[in-house]
């Protein structure tokens, strides 16, 4: 995604303090820039005009025949309705629910309103993993509350998304994103520790049997030839 990590985070404690430290500048800079001062009499004359996106940036040719596609999209079985957010539930999950501690294994694509896709994990070969800490809080009350092997559509007003600075070029300021995902695993911090340690004792072997047949090379020893 080009707005969440598609890789399982090295160390997610260590991130859950750099990641609240950023999102709590974020949001600081995004109340300063909508402050400002009162507006004039001659300033709520002049229209309110929002950047729009444009179309090189929709990326609804890329999407696979099987994925989901936007026309398709069942909006009947609406579950949640609040101000910033709509949960609509396509296939009830039986497995846990994911804490704000944990990442998630999804399948995953996302819409603006008029239709165009800003990103989908559909073309990346599978499922990705994202710390739930480091998701939009739209995603985070999504999650929340879906158990494994659900999917749903969340429609994330830009309270809880991306606010009046959107993130361009694909996302407009004040954007309504609509995501269709499929929770495919809860993954736990002991799991993704596990994970990354087991990924970087693989690392270091690879590294040490490099060492050594370069080290042989480089005393005389007997080579193989192709």
């Not at 229209?47 to 179309?55: A, E, G, K």
């Not at 944990?102 to 008029?114: H, I, Q």
């Amino acid at each position: 995604m080009q707005h969440v990590l598609n890789t399982l985070p090295r160390a997610l404690r260590d991130q859950r303090v750099l990641l609240l430290t950023l999102a709590a500048i974020t949001i600081a800079v995004v109340a300063c820039r909508g402050g400002g001062s009162n507006p004039s009499e001659n300033d709520q004359d002049l229209p309110l005009i929002q950047p729009t996106v444009s179309q090189d940036q929709c990326i609804d040719h890329l999407q696979p025949a099987d994925g989901p596609q936007f026309d398709g999209l069942d909006l009947t079985q609406l579950q949640v309705q609040e101000p910033s957010l709509r949960v609509y539930d396509i296939e009830q999950g039986t497995g846990e629910s994911p804490t704000i501690q944990d990442a998630v294994s999804v399948e995953y694509t996302g819409w603006l309103e008029d239709g165009c896709m800003f990103d989908t994990s559909y073309i990346s070969g599978g499922p990705v993993t994202l710390p739930l800490i480091g998701v939009i809080p739209g995603w985070q009350q999504g999650f929340s509350t879906m158990q494994e092997g659900g999917t749903r559509i969340l429609e994330i007003g830009p309270d809880l998304a991306y606010r009046a600075t959107g993130f361009l070029p694909a996302i407009p300021p004040n954007a309504t994103l609509i995501f269709h995902v499929k929770l495919i695993a809860r993954v736990t911090f002991a799991e993704a520790q596990a994970t990354i340690e087991s990924a970087q004792t693989e690392a270091a072997t690879a590294v040490a049997a490099t060492a050594t047949a370069l080290s042989g090379q480089g005393d005389g020893s007997p080579t193989a030839t192709p």
